[in-house]
């Protein structure tokens, strides 16, 4: 009785491990998807495109083209407040690339589509609005 308990439990460990695997695999990908994409951006905008590979510089980055002043990063770092300030800056991310609000909605729930469409696209950085 207990050989079979053992391989059941085996059975799920090793079906466990690879539905991770997959999942791993996938996240890996979408996230080599989303710096490619963000360097490209940060090329339109005239910033370095490495940044896009530098953790918190990147999110500075990222924050000085949409709102114009980079420090504001530093408001992800309030609980409650870092959702309200990351939906408005793609709101205004898209607005700094001349794209509309349904744009924003794009890049608030689809973002890694949307910042490769932003990327890949032929708009033209004009600025924070």
Known sequence: MAATYDSYDMMAALIGTGVFTVYMIIALGMLVLTIVARWKIYSKAGKPGWAS???FYSEYCLFDIAWGNGWLF???FVPCVNVVVMIMLYFKLAKA???GTGFGFG???LNTIFVLILGFDHSQYIGPQ
């Open 97 to 99: 690339f001349g794209k």
């Open 74 to 76: 530093l408001l992800g």
């Open 107 to 109: 890049l608030v729930f």
């Open 53 to 55: 590979l530098i953790p």
